[in-house]
């Protein structure tokens, strides 16, 4: 096993120059962002204060002004350029990532992988999804109706720190596209990588002042955020969604909300084993399990109960852990001595209550201060912390059950509903449709859902509210205005309410009418 934690050249002198990109006069003091990989520093940068978020505001609100004037042409140029430029920096993009979250490199490509590919869909079907559109009007040939999509203005993007270069891409440039400012509150584990964004996105033309990024921790400046945002984006924890959703009920204004999941995986009598096994690997231990979309439990049919387990723990037990910045291990870190803590004390709790653990269940100091080893339970009762609550970590419990009826119910036996995957030959499609969750996979953990960009994703029950990807991730950043343009005969009128002649007419028009709405 490696244990690397040096940054290469490229990205020390990528970090160096971030800090001029933060929106801030330097009166909120220092945060300071550490290497998960070994506890030291990363770097450090200078915080926003609320009055450093409000004048943010005013900037991306100036900016906005002129960037709604811009043609569609000239946005989607900014998005294919700045996809340009990921490519061109995909390996030190990889180092910042790794280095600031402790992933391993293949769980960092994933990110960059989703970027290039989101930002490109964008680029090309973006500008269809926002175009004008024309209605039949209230009267045929009479009246000329169109929706058109108005931005809202400038959106607040508040993002977590376990895909820190993805989440703010993601959300802040369909906002962008469809003619917002934006005001983005990266994790203030992870802001280097949103900076890192908003400098590829300026070197690929896009207006200065239009995306300002805010450091701080959203205890300090998340009210700031939301007080001025006219919509809000927000990812993260179901908690955190519930104070924020909260704050814009009370300001009326939009909110967005992809949150925790609690996300099962079914595996059907009928199910290739050797592929589900191999699938639920990457499904549970992918960013070592802190992915929202990530598996927590496998439900296993009766019948292929012993060979499934057998193919799992086989594979678990072959993953390399390592820190460091190679392509060599399976997975990396968790961020953080919280997220540590979160972990061991799931499996602890556990423990104390009589459950059996397969494998691993132990930090792994010897790699690094927040390591901590690929796991499996089984015997999870509902009294565990693990059963139900989102562990948020490598963690993952084993049940045995006698029929997929007894799958689906157990699977939907959660508050949350984000995510959910079915291996299984010929019953994916049948099971999937009972399972409440906002995503289902068939043969695969998240990412055929999660990459299919032309269609939503988002949370049911406490997973979330609204949807990104799909025409909805864009146009949910849009006002719809309906403009219609009446010619020839007035509808209404109270002249016309007295006249008789004209209510006949209306009164045939409507018997005809209602048979072509
Ligand atoms: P979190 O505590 O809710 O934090 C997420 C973001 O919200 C951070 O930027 C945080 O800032 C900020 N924040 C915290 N309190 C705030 C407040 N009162 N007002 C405004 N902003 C506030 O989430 P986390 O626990 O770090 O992240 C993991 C959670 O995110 C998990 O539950 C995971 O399932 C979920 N997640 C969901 C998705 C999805 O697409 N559904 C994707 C990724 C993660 P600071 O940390 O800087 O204080």
Redesign the pocket.
């Known amino acids: 096993m490696t244990a690397t934690t040096q940054a290469s050249a490229q990205s020390d002198l990528v970090i160096a120059g971030l800090d001029r990109l933060v929106a801030t006069s330097g009166s909120a003091g220092v945060s300071t962002i550490i290497k998960p990989f070994d506890g030291t520093v990363l770097g450090e940068l200078p915080k926003s204060s609320v009055a450093d978020v409000e004048a943010a505001f005013t900037r991306a609100r100036a900016a906005q002004q002129h960037w709604v004037r811009t043609p569609m042409r000239t946005r989607t140029r900014v998005l294919t350029q700045f996809t340009d430029l990921v490519l061109k920096h995909d390996s030190e993009l990889l180092d910042l990532i790794q280095l600031e979250t402790g992933k391993s490199r293949h769980s960092a490509f994933e990110e960059i992988a989703d970027i290039v590919l989101w930002t490109s869909h964008l680029a090309q079907r973006g500008p269809a999804v926002l175009a004008e559109r024309r209605h039949r009007g209230a009267l045929p040939l009479l009246t000329q109706t169109r929706e058109v999509r108005v931005p809202k203005g400038v959106v607040g993007v508040?993002?977590?720190?376990?895909?820190p270069l993805t989440?703010p891409v993601t959300d802040s440039l369909p906002a962008l596209l469809a003619g917002n400012g934006v005001v983005c509150?990266?994790?203030?584990?992870t802001p280097f990588c949103a900076l890192r964004v908003l400098d590829l996105l300026l070197q690929a033309g896009l207006p200065r002042d239009l995306l300002q990024v805010v450091v701080?921790?959203?205890?300090e400046i998340?009210?700031a955020?939301?007080n001025r945002a006219d919509y809000i984006m927000?990812?993260?924890?179901?908690?955190?969604?519930r104070?924020?959703a909260t704050?814009c009920a009370q300001r009326l204004i939009g909110f967005s909300g992809?949150?925790?999941?609690k996300n099962p995986l079914l595996v059907l009598a009928d199910a290739d084993i050797e592929r589900a096994a191999a699938g639920a690997l990457h499904a549970c231990f992918s960013n070592s399990g802190?992915?929202?979309?990530a598996t927590e439990r496998i439900y296993v049919h009766q019948a292929v109960w012993d060979e499934f387990k057998a193919a799992f723990l086989d594979r678990v037990a072959e993953m390399q852990l390592a820190a460091g910045l190679g392509w060599d291990a399976d997975m990396g870190s968790l961020i953080s001595q919280s997220q540590l803590e979160a972990v061991t004390e799931h499996v602890a709790d556990a423990r104390a209550k009589g459950v059996t653990v397969l494998a691993g269940g132990r930090p792994r100091p010897d790699l690094g201060p927040y390591f901590f080893e690929p796991t499996v339970l089984t015997d999870v009762t509902p009294g565990m912390k693990a059963y139900r609550e989102?562990t948020?970590g490598p963690v993952v419990s084993l049940y045995r059950v006698a029929s997929d009826d007894k799958a689906v119910e157990l699977a939907n036996d959660t508050d949350y509903g984000?995510n959910a995957a079915v291996w299984s030959r010929r019953n994916g499609e049948r099971v999937a449709r009972q399972l409440q969750a906002g995503t289902v996979n068939i043969n695969e953990g998240y990412a055929a859902t999660w990459g299919s960009f032309r269609a939503p994703m988002?949370?049911m029950k406490q997973?979330?509210l609204g949807r990104?990807h799909g025409a909805e991730g864009v146009l949910k950043y849009t006002e719809a205005q309906t403009i219609a343009r009446q010619r020839v005969v007035r509808i209404g009128g109270f002249e016309q309410v007295a006249n008789r002649r004209w209510a006949t007419l209306m009164s045939a028009g409507i018997r005809v009418l209602r048979h072509f709405m």
């Open positions: 508040i993002t977590p720190w376990n895909y989440l509150k990266p994790d203030s584990q701080g921790s959203g205890r998340g009210s955020v939301i927000f990812t993260g924890s179901t908690a955190t969604g104070t924020i704050q992809e949150l925790g999941g802190q992915l929202c979309i989102e948020f984000l988002g949370g997973s979330g990104r």
